[in-house]
């Protein structure tokens, strides 16, 4: 219904600002390439924690400012969203957003580690945001994707999306919030997300080692 695009809408803005990584994956392949991160070998700093540890501050210094504006456009817009969820899913909506924001880190950052093999990621990095942003669900709601056929018997495009870890930075959190995924099928889907943020960083930490294997800097 119209209620409900507009609910989910504003909802995916929350779980956009949690995943979201502006310049992390092109900040990491520019350190390579002008041999900033070269400190990072010889200090007794882990790099990835590092990052990670500078997003969760971003993000905390981010919704304290933006925290007022969130508030008075939902407030405005109120009347669009059905009753608040219960305990439970509000509990499982806190969880997607928290998962969601390391399956975004984790993403970005073993993208931006291609680096160590491709002196310019930038147009790499430019595939990867219109891939992520058409199958997010940023757009629009990945049930609008049933109708197309994936190719495999049986299934449409968006039952695809929904084994694939893009939904779970944009769709996933507004779904939990307007109800549209309960029971035995939330659980699911909150496994599969946390197996995709194990996967992804499993992904990061061999990039950074095999990375880090390769590279070469000279100089103080």
Excluded at 61 to 72: D, R, S, T
Excluded at 166 to 179: D, K, V
Aim: aromatic content about 16%; proline content about 5%; overall charge positive.
């Amino acid at each position: 219904t119209r209620d409900n695009i507009i609910a989910y809408y504003l909802l995916t803005m929350v779980s956009r600002a949690f995943s979201s990584m502006p310049g992390l994956s092109t900040g990491i392949a520019r350190s390579v390439r002008d041999g900033s991160i070269k400190k990072f070998l010889v200090q007794p700093v882990d790099y990835v924690s590092f990052l990670l540890a500078s997003r969760v501050a971003h993000k905390l210094v981010y919704y304290a400012v933006a925290i007022i504006p969130f508030a008075a456009v939902f407030g405005l817009c109120r009347g669009y969203f059905p009753p608040a969820p219960d305990a439970s899913t509000m509990a499982a909506f806190a969880l997607s957003l928290v998962l969601s924001f390391l399956l975004g880190f984790f993403m970005e950052a073993t993208l931006g580690m291609l680096g160590f093999w491709f002196m310019e990621v930038s147009s790499l990095v430019f595939g990867y945001m219109l891939i992520q942003y058409f199958l997010s669900g940023h757009m629009f709601p990945v049930e609008m994707l049933g109708d197309i056929p994936s190719g495999l018997p049986g299934t449409s495009l968006a039952d695809v999306v929904l084994w694939l870890p893009f939904h779970f930075t944009a769709y996933f959190p507004a779904a939990i919030w307007l109800g549209k995924w309960q029971g035995p099928e939330l659980t699911r889907l909150l496994l599969i997300e946390a197996a995709w943020v194990v996967i992804m960083f499993v992904a990061c930490r061999i990039a950074w080692a095999r990375g880090t294997r390769r590279y070469s800097a000279f100089g103080g």
